[in-house]
Every structure is written in C-alpha cells, then in structure tokens.
C-alpha cells in the first residue's frame, strides 16, 4: 500500500514566480482590508484553489463524467 504524504508548508514566494508572489501579498492585503482579518498567503492559498477549482465549469464537467 502507498503511503500518504504528509502536507509540506512551502514558501509561496519561493514557489511562484515573481509576478505570482506579488499578486498573492496583494490578495492577502485586499482580503485583510476587506475581512478586517489579516491572513498569511499561505494559509489562503488552499482557498484560493479551491476557489478556482470549483467554478472552473469544464473540470467540473470532466469530474462528473468521471
């Protein structure tokens, strides 16, 4: 049986390119202004996502055919 890996904290500015990193400090800004709640990038980034993820209709149509 394969074993399941354990989650890794990864340093999003050391995994994203540049431009990525910038506009993720930007998210967690806007979402601290917006939610009074200040946030790390990284602690967003599975919400984010899952955001995508979720309203992405042609993945959403490949998973239900699935």
Same mark, same amino acid.
């Given at each position: 049986?394969q074993? @399941?890996? !354990? %989650?890794?904290?990864? +340093? $999003?500015?050391?995994? /994203? %390119? !540049?431009?990525?990193?910038?506009?993720?400090? #930007?998210?967690?800004n806007?979402?601290a !202004?917006?939610?009074?709640?200040? !946030? #790390?990038?990284a +602690?967003?980034i $599975?919400? @984010?996502?899952e955001?995508?993820? &979720?309203?992405?209709?042609a /993945?959403?149509? @490949?998973?239900? &055919?699935?």
């Amino acid at each position: 049986m394969q074993r @399941i890996m !354990e %989650p890794a904290m990864v +340093d $999003p500015f050391k995994a /994203f %390119p !540049e431009p990525h990193a910038v506009r993720l400090r #930007e998210y967690a800004n806007f979402y601290a !202004e917006t939610y009074g709640n200040r !946030e #790390e990038v990284a +602690d967003l980034i $599975p919400f @984010i996502l899952e955001a995508f993820l &979720d309203r992405d209709k042609a /993945f959403k149509r @490949i998973k239900s &055919d699935a």
